[in-house]
């Protein structure tokens, strides 16, 4: 049975933060469904025991506890273990987890500990546990340590000589600044790889991106796009010199917790067969953030971190551009002070059109993608994205630039048969507004509107294939490697 040990900082329902959180929540479980040359997968995953884990699962039982060396003595590792659906979890507490910090918290020194001592003692652990995993799976640079050590130890200890790695991008740019310190005292010294830029050298993401027997970007757009110098952060020419064991895999969607059919919190249930319910959806939505019901109008909706990365600005300045046409349009979202501003003077100045919430509202957005006929994500980057995949589970047609998870999920309106959405290239107010534009002609013509939607409802977001792809990659290393 293939032995997999999933290493993350975050995963649902335990914690999380964001949409690593999604990924390392279900994945895991995806896996655990599939099975492998006739045999299940024995995947296991490990956690930082944080704070908020702590408080929901507090008495968790010790299994064991072990020294890890650093250059200012040994720190203590302790591991606990629990189950959750049929799925092993390991816990790793240790006095570099402090119990008041978040999960990201902005002192990099302390996240750089934290993880660091993390990602060793999860690796450490199989050891004491005497489970030899055949693959590590690490993901994002919270993890990466695990992958350099891994690589490093393998060479003088048997016990990880057939033991594999693979590492997943999330988000490329979030490299681990801050680190160094503790890979020095963790005895990580800098890489001398001239493939790594000067200032990459001891940093936990690059580090991993040359170590990793496998890395994986969350679309196959992404992993193409981290390779050129517009989305590479500087690691592009690192990435090409190892193109070779390079994939992209979608991420997949939490298929039965988002599902119109079944969703509580919206007000008419619905599903592709008969969209019909969706205008009282919208209607009351447009009624409860204080717009005046309307029919003929589409409804534009955002939800979205207010970050440089979404390009809530260039929502805004190109729902300015295109005032001149009807829409209206509700925006939910926190984040950068300054997008927020710009987001509450664009209702200042549309105050019959546009209402903005700055908050994180996980029902109203269910209401939302239930309600609104047009997401709109005109992202600068976008590794995979989820919400244009809820929006179309939802009916609500997706008008996003066309860059990463977006390109690879999303098929514009042009192709008459399978189109579910509309793209545009470059992420400026212009290009949006030309295809809002787009959008706001054929919203008009019903027979067109409704088969975009049907291709949006009927697209498979699950797990299963992308689950599969992992597998046959995991399968692959382990032949190849023996
Ligand atoms: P990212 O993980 O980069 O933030 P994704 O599109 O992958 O972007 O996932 C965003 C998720 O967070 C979606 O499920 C979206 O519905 C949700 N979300 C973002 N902002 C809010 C908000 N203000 N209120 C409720 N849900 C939000």
Same mark, same amino acid.
């Given at each position: 049975?293939?032995?997999?040990?999933?290493?993350?900082?975050?995963?649902?329902?335990?914690?999380?933060?964001?949409?690593?959180?999604?990924?390392?929540?279900?994945?895991?479980?995806?896996?655990?469904?599939?099975?492998?040359?006739?045999?299940?997968?024995?995947?296991?995953?490990?956690?930082?025991?944080? &704070?908020?884990?702590?408080?929901?699962?507090?008495?968790?039982?010790?299994?064991?506890?072990?020294?890890?060396?650093?250059?200012?003595?040994?720190?203590?590792?302790?591991?606990?273990?629990?189950?959750?659906?049929? !799925? &092993?979890?390991?816990?790793?507490?240790?006095?570099?987890?402090?119990?008041?910090?978040?999960?990201?918290?902005?002192?990099?020194?302390?996240?750089?500990?934290?993880? #660091?001592?993390?990602?060793?003692?999860?690796?450490?652990?199989?050891?004491?546990?005497?489970?030899?995993?055949? %693959?590590?799976?690490?993901?994002?640079?919270?993890?990466?340590?695990?992958?350099?050590?891994? $690589?490093?130890?393998?060479?003088?200890?048997?016990?990880?000589?057939?033991?594999?790695?693979?590492?997943?991008?999330?988000?490329? &740019?979030?490299?681990?600044?801050?680190?160094?310190?503790?890979?020095?005292?963790?005895?990580?010294?800098?890489?001398?790889?001239?493939?790594? &830029?000067?200032?990459?050298?001891?940093?936990?993401?690059?580090?991993?991106?040359?170590? $990793?027997?496998?890395? /994986?970007?969350?679309?196959?757009?992404?992993?193409?796009?981290?390779?050129?110098?517009?989305?590479?952060?500087?690691l592009e020419g690192l990435i090409q010199s190892r193109s070779?064991?390079?994939?992209? %895999?979608?991420?997949?969607?939490?298929?039965? $917790?988002?599902?119109?059919?079944?969703?509580?919190?919206?007000?008419?249930?619905?599903?592709?067969?008969?969209?019909?319910?969706?205008?009282?959806?919208?209607?009351?939505?447009?009624?409860?953030?204080?717009?005046?019901?309307? $029919?003929?109008?589409? !409804?534009?909706?955002?939800?979205?971190?207010?970050?440089?990365?979404?390009?809530?600005?260039?929502?805004?300045?190109?729902? @300015?551009?295109?005032?001149?046409?009807?829409?209206?349009?509700?925006?939910?979202?926190?984040?950068?002070?300054?997008?927020?501003?710009?987001?509450?003077?664009?209702? /200042?100045?549309?105050?019959?059109?546009?209402? #903005?919430? %700055?908050?994180?509202?996980?029902?109203?957005?269910?209401?939302?993608?239930?309600?609104?006929?047009?997401?709109?994500?005109?992202?600068?980057?976008?590794?995979?994205?989820?919400?244009?995949?809820?929006?179309? @589970?939802?009916?609500?047609?997706?008008?996003?630039?066309?860059?990463?998870?977006?390109?690879?999920?999303?098929?514009?309106?042009?192709?008459?048969?399978?189109?579910?959405?509309?793209?545009?290239?470059?992420?400026?107010?212009?290009?949006?507004?030309?295809?809002?534009?787009?959008?706001? %002609?054929?919203?008009?013509?019903?027979? /067109?509107?409704?088969?975009?939607?049907?291709?949006?409802?009927?697209?498979?977001?699950?797990?299963?294939?992308?689950?599969?792809?992992?597998?046959?990659?995991?399968?692959?290393?382990?032949? @190849?490697?023996?």
């Open positions: 049975m293939i032995k997999i040990l999933f290493i993350a900082s975050e995963a649902d329902p335990l914690i999380k933060v964001g949409g690593l959180g999604d990924v390392a929540g279900s994945l895991p479980m995806a896996l655990k469904k599939i099975k492998y040359k006739g045999e299940t997968v024995d995947i296991r995953l490990a956690l930082p025991y944080h &704070p908020v884990i702590r408080q929901k699962y507090p008495n968790v039982e010790q299994i064991t506890a072990f020294s890890i060396q650093t250059s200012s003595g040994p720190v203590s590792a302790q591991i606990h273990q629990m189950e959750l659906n049929g !799925l &092993p979890i390991y816990l790793i507490n240790g006095s570099p987890i402090p119990q008041d910090a978040p999960v990201y918290s902005l002192d990099t020194r302390q996240d750089g500990w934290k993880y #660091t001592f993390f990602s060793i003692a999860a690796l450490e652990m199989t050891r004491h546990l005497d489970w030899q995993p055949d %693959i590590i799976h690490a993901n994002d640079w919270h993890t990466a340590v695990s992958v350099v050590a891994l $690589a490093r130890q393998k060479q003088e200890d048997p016990f990880f000589a057939n033991t594999h790695s693979v590492f997943t991008i999330h988000n490329l &740019p979030f490299m681990g600044a801050g680190t160094e310190a503790a890979l020095d005292a963790f005895g990580i010294a800098p890489s001398r790889d001239v493939r790594l &830029p000067i200032w990459a050298r001891q940093f936990p993401l690059p580090l991993g991106l040359l170590y $990793a027997d496998h890395i /994986v970007a969350v679309s196959p757009s992404y992993a193409h796009e981290i390779m050129t110098p517009e989305f590479g952060c500087g070779e064991v390079v994939s992209g %895999i979608l991420n997949g969607l939490d298929t039965q $917790a988002w599902d119109p059919s079944t969703d509580k919190v919206i007000l008419n249930q619905y599903s592709k067969q008969d969209l019909t319910p969706r205008l009282a959806n919208k209607l009351t939505l447009e009624q409860e953030v204080g717009l005046k019901p309307d $029919a003929e109008t589409p !409804l534009l909706i955002l939800i979205s971190r207010m970050d440089q990365q979404k390009g809530v600005d260039i929502a805004i300045e190109g729902l @300015r551009q295109t005032s001149d046409i009807p829409w209206k349009a509700i925006l939910l979202g926190t984040g950068d002070p300054n997008l927020e501003q710009a987001s509450r003077r664009l209702e /200042v100045d549309f105050p019959d059109r546009v209402r #903005t919430l %700055i908050r994180f509202d996980a029902n109203l957005s269910r209401r939302m993608y239930s309600g609104g006929d047009i997401i709109l994500m005109p992202s600068r980057y976008e590794p995979c994205g989820l919400a244009q995949m809820i929006a179309m @589970r939802y009916g609500c047609v997706p008008l996003a630039r066309s860059v990463g998870g977006l390109t690879d999920t999303i098929r514009d309106a042009a192709d008459l048969i399978r189109g579910n959405g509309f793209l545009f290239d470059d992420p400026t107010p212009e290009d949006f507004s030309k295809g809002l534009r787009r959008a706001a %002609i054929l919203f008009g013509e019903k027979a /067109v509107w409704s088969s975009l939607q049907y291709q949006g409802m009927q697209s498979d977001f699950s797990w299963h294939q992308s689950a599969v792809a992992y597998l046959k990659i995991y399968q692959s290393l382990e032949e @190849r490697h023996g």
